[in-house]
């Protein structure tokens, strides 16, 4: 029997035993009752322990996330070093750009982009509406097409490719 089945039949229960009609039933319809609310205990067991079996399962997968999150965010940090290091050499030996057998190595410029050095200085122009919010493209375009924007700079940066 389902929780809804017993739901139902426990409702149904309580029904008669507030009809004043079935006074003289009083006795079956309480053992009765009692077999629903016993058979409802039982169901409300099973599901408790569904339910800590859930939780449980759910918490460990929480756990393993955030182990899986933290051994990530360890290898990214480490290839970021690794790229790092890489690229330090090639500059100090002003090797730019060459190839091995299996790949090739160069350092490009990255397309421009804006640094807000001081944003109390930035013309109100340049701040989105209704909020007050730094439009980077908005600067971005006029530095680019050669307008001073006090507090704002066109900047280039080089990183390394590796294909």
């Known amino acids: 029997m389902t929780l809804y089945d017993l739901t139902a039949e426990y ?4 029904d008669l035993l507030s009809d004043p009609e079935h006074e003289s ?8 009752l009692a077999v629903t609310e016993s058979d ?12 800590k079996t859930l939780e449980a ?9 955030e182990r899986l999150n933290a051994r990530r965010k360890t290898l990214e940090n480490r290839v970021d070093y ?13 090797m730019k750009k060459f190839k091995t ?8 410029k990255n397309p421009p982009a804006v640094n807000v050095f001081d944003e ?16 980077k493209t908005l600067i971005f375009d006029a530095l680019n097409k050669g307008v001073a924007v006090p507090g704002a700079e066109l900047i ?8």
Not at 11 to 14: A, G, P
Not at 156 to 163: A, C, G, K, P, T
Request: aromatic share 10%.
């Open 25 to 32: 039933f009083e006795d079956d319809i309480k053992d009765k």
């Open 82 to 94: 690794m790229k790092k290091s890489l690229e330090d050499s090639m500059v100090f030996l002003d």
């Open 101 to 108: 057998t299996l790949f090739s190595f160069n350092i490009q």
């Open 40 to 51: 409802l205990e039982d169901k409300a067991d099973a599901y408790a322990k569904f339910i």
């Open 11 to 14: 409702k149904e229960l309580l």
């Open 156 to 163: 280039q940066r080089e990183s390394l490719r590796i294909r």
């Open 57 to 65: 399962q759910a918490n460990a997968i929480k756990t393993e996330e």
């Open 120 to 135: 109390r200085i930035v013309p109100d122009e340049y701040y989105k509406q209704p909020a007050p919010a730094l439009s």
